[in-house]
């Protein structure tokens, strides 16, 4: 992510670099510029923080001339603090302690020989860790009616919402779908080996999709 941020911020100070001909900020060079950091803090900020908050600010307000310095002040920002590990929320922190905690239980359960139990407190950590990645995401966890929405309806959601893509979708889905298997008592429908890669790969998942 960092080097993301780092290539562009090369290329504005390059960009601004005497000598440097008037109206240069102008150019088509400097709007392309503009829409890929635009682009870079949309993709890299967590919605909601200030740096989100403060890209829409500045798209609202329509300025153009010095656009490109505020837009470039915010990637600045966002890539010092993502290099000095000051992006993490508290609340991301302990969501991610507490799926800490459930993942190494079901560690425990699968090593031990309850392959099952093993497969519902994984299932059930990745459930809970999509409903909190939703709130993050601002997306909605309630059906018109007022009823909770359904596990795999969320999973679609979050990819509608750009969480994350439609092969990650499609992995989250199948793990669901195994968790519900182990729930309903379905337990030949899956192997030990299948539960293995369910505990480790809701690990990553967490790791990579902080909520």
């Known amino acids: 992510m960092v080097a993301q941020l780092d290539e562009l911020i090369d290329q504005y100070q390059e960009l601004i670099r005497p000598p440097c001909p008037e109206g240069v900020l102008a150019s088509?060079?400097?709007?392309?510029?503009?829409?890929?950091?635009e682009s870079a803090i949309d993709r890299l900020a967590v919605p909601g923080s200030s740096y989100a908050k403060q890209l829409a600010l500045h798209r609202e307000q329509k300025r153009t001339s010095l656009k490109i310095r505020d837009v470039y002040s915010i990637a600045l920002g966002l890539r010092d603090d993502l290099r000095a590990g000051w992006t993490e929320s508290v609340v991301e922190m302990v969501h991610a302690e507490i799926h800490s905690d459930y993942i190494e239980m079901a560690?425990?359960?699968?090593?031990?020989?309850?392959?099952?139990?093993?497969?519902?407190?994984?299932?059930?950590?990745?459930?809970?860790?999509?409903?909190?990645?939703?709130?993050?995401n601002g997306v909605d966890t309630e059906l018109p009616s007022g009823a909770p929405m359904k596990a795999d309806a969320m999973n679609?959601?979050?990819?509608?919402?750009?969480?994350y893509n439609e092969a990650q979708r499609k992995q989250v889905s199948a793990w669901m779908g195994l968790r519900n298997s182990a729930a309903h008592g379905d337990y030949s429908d899956y192997d030990r080996q299948q539960v293995r890669l369910l505990v480790d790969g809701v690990q990553d998942f967490v790791v990579r999709h902080s909520a």
Do not use: M
């Open 156 to 163: 679609t959601e979050l990819k509608k919402a750009g969480a």
């Open 28 to 37: 088509d060079r400097a709007k392309l510029l503009v829409s890929r950091l």
């Open 107 to 136: 560690k425990v359960l699968l090593e031990s020989g309850f392959k099952d139990a093993a497969a519902v407190i994984s299932g059930t950590a990745l459930e809970v860790h999509v409903r909190a990645l939703c709130a993050k």
